[in-house]
């Protein structure tokens, strides 16, 4: 029996460098003109590689999907460059200021017209949906199981490690006081860590190639939503820049600086 | 005041320190409410909290990932007629808690610090550099409850011991959740070296290693025991593999916020600076008087982490007599 075609669709968001300085604009939102492909993307997307590597005679495709401004479809560029056979870009105004349950919403109206759309030779295919731990600026974690829930998929949260069988596939992951190893069926929506491999970069060869693949642009309306469908339910009241923590003392040492240690803690009643 | 469901994706021996304050946190806001998911034996004991009403539990043990969590989670909602649901925020309680907002067509607000009484959630973003409030756009009630999880540590532990107070015992719901089929099916579990030491996000005090550790943690390890403190790690001294990778605090692991927190033979690279700056106090340690973590800390020593820890070790015992 031949195996049913596996459709991955990888999750990648276009995030300000958290290398820099990032800010909140005056209309309470963070500054989103200039960013870089999220970090922890980059391991769901490179798990993907290896799964569809490591079954050469399965009818398997990656497609990057990402919503933000109109500047994200530079996180679906480094995608394709990275090895995305596929990319598609959810960008609409009504989407700005989203909240976790509005960004559920509409990543999954998009999933499911990026699947519609989809062709596949070998059959109907099975789908799973990959993505980072986290955001890199939102770091609520919780999109995974949200999107899962309202796909009606099978969700595992923080994958440390998978592998694809004919049909499940069996993920390794830590969810706090153990680490378990379980097996998931398709449909089925699985967040990848920072520790699950070591993502490649895109070599010339790649960034070549990438510019003969297809990015499909959709806004809201044609992924079949309405402005008012992504009302955020949570609003942000204020964002006040946290005061910059400043130096201290800081001492040499000259044989008793463990001691002068100490001391301070003494000091400041933190023994 | 608001009634309160407090979610524990797992209940053993005794409440940790991150239940407790939870429980403490809810008993501010309003009559609370505690939903179950996994136990072994019959936790209602543990639960005679002055505040603390009710109860819910399902009838067999539901450990994360099972889905079913969340069937209870919204027979729970309904009985108790909560306008607030609050939970850790650690990976399977934001998941169950994540699913629920959904359910309940409900916002939900991740990784709070405080929590006002009018429902206001105060949040550190961005590596802690900025402070954000925010609240639900429509007025939490029964109908539309908020859902939040919460950042362990983020209440004075002495102020915790003083907002729970001994009560009766809650009475016990148990609920009819059965697990769910198919699925996702757990084929292997291993508990997680269980340390002596506290978890490292919910330690008050953290002493964290990294590159200038070279290897050998132990002298941070009798530094940490000395302290009470939960041991951390930088990504360089995980990636060496020097200690394991949950250990490693910054960016992409960990983040803490420990009332204090010691730094040695750390650079303080950005990464690693944003999973630790909004501790309490900094102390560094390191070799190299350019190192940005001086930049941060409130004590800041130049000098060999392999020499300075020993004898702060030495020190402290000496102190105890």
């Not at chain 1, 050469?56 to 995305?84: C, F, H, N, W, Y």
């Not at chain 1, 003392?249 to 001391?263: P, Y």
């Not at chain 2, 107070?165 to 099916?185: D, H, I, M």
């Not at chain 2, 190299?288 to 800041?300: K, L, N, Q, R, S």
């Amino acid at each position: 029996m031949v195996n049913a075609p596996l459709h991955i669709i990888t999750l990648v968001k276009w995030v300000p460098d958290s290398q820099l300085e990032r800010r909140y604009n005056a209309d309470g939102r963070i500054d989103r003109s200039e960013g870089v492909l999220s970090e922890l993307d980059e391991y769901p997307l490179e798990a993907a590689l290896q799964i569809k590597e490591a079954a050469p005679d399965r009818e398997i495709r990656v497609t990057a999907l990402t919503m933000g401004p109109a500047g994200s479809s530079s996180a679906a560029k480094k995608a394709l460059q990275i090895g995305a056979d596929d990319a598609y870009q959810l960008t609409d105004d009504a989407l700005v200021g989203a909240d976790i349950w509005a960004t559920s919403v509409a990543l999954k109206a998009a999933v499911e017209a990026v699947t519609g759309a989809a062709e596949f030779e070998s059959g109907e295919p099975e789908y799973l949906v990959l993505t980072g731990m986290a955001s890199d600026e939102g770091e609520s974690g919780a999109i995974p199981a949200q999107l899962a829930e309202r796909l009606g998929a099978n969700a595992v949260t923080y994958a440390t490690g998978l592998t694809l069988e004919a049909e499940r596939m069996v993920v390794t992951r830590s969810g706090g006081t153990e680490a378990q190893k379980v097996a998931v069926g398709f449909p089925a929506v699985v967040s990848v860590t920072d520790q699950a491999n070591d993502p490649r970069y895109p070599n010339f060869k790649a960034i070549m190639a990438a510019k003969k693949k297809t990015l499909t642009r959709f806004t809201l309306s044609e992924v079949g939503l309405r402005p008012e469908q992504v009302n955020a339910k949570v609003r942000l009241v204020e964002a006040q820049v946290r005061p910059p923590r400043t130096a201290g003392e800081v001492i040499t040492d000259e044989g008793d600086a463990g001691i002068k240690i100490v001391e301070f803690l003494a000091k400041e009643r933190l023994l | 005041m608001s009634n309160v469901l407090v979610f524990f994706d797992v209940l053993g021996e005794a409440l940790s320190p991150a239940q407790k304050e939870l429980i403490a946190q809810a008993g501010v806001l309003g009559e609370v409410h505690i939903a179950v998911g996994a136990y072994q034996v019959d936790p209602t004991p543990l639960l005679a909290v002055s505040g603390v009403q009710e109860v819910y539990l399902p009838e067999v043990s539901l450990p994360a990932p099972e889905v079913a969590v969340v069937d209870l989670l919204e027979t729970a909602v309904a009985e108790s007629q909560a306008q607030v649901i609050l939970g850790s925020s650690t990976a399977d309680v934001t998941d169950a808690l994540a699913r629920l907002a959904v359910r309940l067509d409900t916002g939900l607000i991740s990784g709070a610090v405080a929590i006002s009484t009018d429902l206001v959630v105060t949040k550190s973003v961005l590596a802690g550099s900025y402070t954000t409030t925010s609240e639900l756009n429509a007025a939490p009630g029964p109908a539309q409850p908020l859902i939040i999880t919460y950042k362990p540590n983020s209440i004075d532990p002495q102020r915790v011991e003083t907002l729970l107070a001994p009560g009766e015992q809650p009475e016990v719901n148990v609920l009819s959740v059965r697990p769910s089929v198919g699925g996702v099916e757990i084929l292997e579990r291993t508990a997680l070296e269980v340390s002596a030491r506290p978890a490292l996000a919910e330690a008050r005090v953290v002493v964290a290693g990294g590159r200038g550790v070279e290897g050998d943690f132990t002298p941070l390890e009798e530094l940490a025991d000395e302290l009470g403190a939960g041991l951390g790690a930088s990504r360089a001294a995980t990636d060496a593999g020097w200690i394991e990778h949950a250990a490693q605090i910054g960016q992409t692991g960990v983040t803490v916020s420990p009332q204090l927190y010691i730094s040695a033979g750390i650079s303080g690279a950005i990464q690693q600076r944003a999973g630790m700056q909004t501790a309490g106090t900094i102390v560094a340690i390191n070799k190299d008087e350019d190192a940005p973590v001086f930049e941060i800390a409130d004590f800041g020593v130049v000098g060999d982490l392999h020499e300075v820890i020993p004898q702060m070790v030495e020190e402290l015992r000496r102190r105890k007599g």
